[in-house]
């Protein structure tokens, strides 16, 4: 089985993120890069399915540069080969434009599953991997907390705040997966020195045979007029309970007509 | 004036999501909406739909929409949008809306934004407002090609009632064969307890490690019945096995903005805090003093949640005796 994972560089959460004034873009300079908290979970589930069903885990990642190291970082943890999509008229590229590359990048490397988080930390969007599945014409079997390969056909559990939804489809096909799904493992000494020696390949613009007018933030079909950062919320009033922490909470709901 | 399409939120009963009535009162800002209702149903939610002013309802009636996920939804919107030209689609930010509203932009080749908590009309079309990165930062956008999808999120915008006629005119729809690649083959819903949902509830009391074990969190929950409120969790209570994970508030959890968020024993690391830091306000129990969430509270008591708790429940209780 052939199965590619989708693994995205963003901004560390662990610290307070912006855009770049001036062309309000996500600030990726100023901030390390990480795996997409999701991703992992593709990744590792990707890599157990490979273990059971025979097959090789490819990663593709569209991003600068820097996201070579996120694309190492995955390989450590056992990946096979990684596809680095990278090109100075992709940047900014939103949802519609990013899928429009992936879905490219995919068709070319070729696959049998495609793994997905469902959703990235910096754009938040979740839409990448129905876009995909929109234009590669393959099943969309996303929001998974459980994935069961049965010969040609996938099986998915969907969680939602709906609730759970059974949903199949036939291979190839399109998986996007939650944080209940599995526990992402750490790469290992060894797989960390596996890894440099695993290959990368980088495909452009051209090579996936896209226009550079069809992708970018110049073309970009949501365009972000400007941002401002939250108001800093005034100090509030902490009080220290003497034995009436709990009244002086009930005054204060009731002040504000709470209770 | 142009029109404007609203994909309906309803359950499978046929029973019109609290959402519906904001996208509807968003739509009137931006021209005519008119609901798009997939499936079964649509006569019987019409007195809810005209309620918040829609002018036409496009019924769908296929059971296609039950039987094949999200594609179906997407495909009947392309269509609607092919022959109405309407001036926008707003559909629920939920994940499902959102993935049926980016199959849609795909379709269309159209810019979606996601997560708008606020609309209003400009010169380039709708212009919507997104909380970013956890709610630091507020975002402005617009769409600049084909037809603007947005996404609003829950809650976002309140539902305000204007009558409409809301006049029901059938639209014959089967899905293709490509929307019908992944088969639903067993649904079910999600238990709904009497609390109300926590991405809609006016209050949310959340409770964290602090409170020790599943049976300590109970207090929680009594906290929150005696408000009225939705009950949320930190990562730490759901990683520990103490609630179930869809009551998890923050960054790989619920993205909450109540009028009260009552956070208790609760430290406020940077990821519980992007779920929930634009409440309107918040209240804060925590033993240690030096917990974040003291840092963004607009009232905190630094003390044992056992004893500042049941105190306060004693206290409410008053309050409604009187
Ligand atoms: C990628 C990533 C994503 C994450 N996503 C989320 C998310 O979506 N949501 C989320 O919540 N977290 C998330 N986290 C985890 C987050 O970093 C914190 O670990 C978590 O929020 C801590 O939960 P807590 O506040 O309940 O526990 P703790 O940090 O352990 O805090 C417990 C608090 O309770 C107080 N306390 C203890 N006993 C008492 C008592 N008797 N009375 C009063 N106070 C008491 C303590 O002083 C302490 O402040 C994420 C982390 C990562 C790395
Ligand atoms: N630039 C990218 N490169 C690779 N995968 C991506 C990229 N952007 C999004 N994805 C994938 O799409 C998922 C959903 O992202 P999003 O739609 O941006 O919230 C992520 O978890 C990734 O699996």
């Known amino acids: ?259 | 004036m142009a029109e404007v399409l609203v994909l309906a939120e309803h359950d499978s009963a046929g029973e019109v999501k609290k959402v519906t009535g904001e996208l509807l009162t968003a739509a009137r800002r931006l021209g005519e909406p008119s609901v798009v209702w997939t499936g079964p149903g649509a006569e019987a939610a019409k007195p809810r739909l005209a309620e918040y002013g829609a002018v036409k309802v496009y019924a769908a009636d296929s059971a296609d929409f039950g039987s094949y996920l999200v594609a179906p939804a997407a495909e009947l919107l392309a269509q609607l949008v092919g022959e109405k030209s309407p001036a926008a689609v707003l559909v629920a930010g939920t994940t499902e809306g959102k993935e049926v509203a980016g199959r849609l932009a795909v379709k269309t080749g159209s810019g979606v934004l996601t997560d708008a908590v606020d609309v209003t009309p400009g010169d380039g079309g709708p212009v919507a407002q997104q909380p970013n990165f956890g709610g630091s930062i507020t975002v402005r956008s617009i769409v600049r090609k084909g037809t603007p999808i947005i996404a609003l999120r829950p809650g976002g915008v309140s539902a305000e009632p204007q009558a409409g006629p809301a006049e029901v005119e059938a639209v014959a729809f089967s899905a293709t064969d490509a929307a019908k690649a992944a088969r639903i083959t067993e649904r079910s819903p999600a238990e709904k307890g009497g609390r109300p949902d926590l991405t809609e509830a006016q209050v949310v009391v959340s409770g964290g490690r602090g409170t020790g074990s599943a049976d300590g969190f109970g207090i929680i929950e009594q906290l929150a019945d005696s408000l009225g409120a939705a009950v949320g969790a930190s990562r730490a209570v759901v990683d520990a096995g103490w609630y179930p994970h869809q009551f998890q508030v923050g960054q790989t959890g619920k993205t909450v903005s109540p009028q009260l968020y009552v956070a208790v024993g609760i430290s406020g690391a940077i990821q519980h805090r992007a779920g929930m830091q634009t409440s309107k306000t918040i209240v804060a129990i925590n033993k240690d003093a030096e917990a974040p969430i003291f840092e963004i509270a607009d009232f905190g008591v630094v003390g044992d949640l056992f004893k500042v708790v049941p105190q306060l429940l004693d206290e409410i209780a008053k309050h409604k005796g009187t």
């Not at chain 1, 770049?20 to 908290?37: F, K, L, M, Q």
């Not at chain 1, 097959?55 to 190492?72: F, H, Y």
């Not at chain 1, 099986?155 to 059974?166: E, F, K, M, N």
């Not at chain 1, 922490?245 to 009731?254: K, P, Q, V």
């Open chain 1, 1 to 259: 089985m052939n199965i590619v994972v989708c693994v995205k560089q963003v901004p560390d959460t662990e610290v307070e993120r912006s855009l770049v004034p001036g062309d309000n873009t996500v600030d990726r300079a100023s901030v390390d890069g990480v795996i997409n908290y999701l991703d992992e979970f593709a990744i590792e589930e990707a890599l157990k399915i490979a273990e059971a069903h025979g097959g090789e885990v490819t990663i593709l990642s569209m991003g600068p540069a820097k996201a070579a190291d996120s694309i190492r970082k995955a390989l450590s943890m056992g990946a096979d080969k990684a596809v680095h999509v990278t090109d100075d008229a992709l940047a900014g590229s939103d949802a519609l434009a990013s899928s429009l590359a992936l879905a490219a990048a995919l068709r070319q490397v070729g696959f049998d599953l495609a793994i997905f988080g469902s959703e990235s930390t910096d754009a938040r969007t979740g839409l990448v991997p129905a876009m995909v599945a929109e234009r590669l014409g393959v099943p969309q079997l996303t929001l998974a907390g459980k994935v069961d390969v049965a010969g040609s056909e996938v099986t998915i559990r969907r969680v939602t705040d709906d609730g759970v939804a059974v949903v199949t489809g036939s291979l190839p096909a399109v998986v996007s997966v939650n944080e209940k799904i599995n526990e992402p493992r750490y790469p290992t000494f060894k797989g960390i020195m596996a890894a440099k020696k695993k290959p990368v390949q980088t495909l452009t613009l051209a090579d996936l045979g896209l226009e550079a007018g069809s992708v970018g933030l110049a073309n970009a079909a949501s365009w972000v007029e400007d941002f401002a950062a939250r108001p800093p919320r005034s100090a509030g009033v902490i009080v220290k309970d003497e034995g009436d922490g709990g009244s002086r909470a009930a005054g204060f709901l009731a002040e504000r007509k709470f209770i």
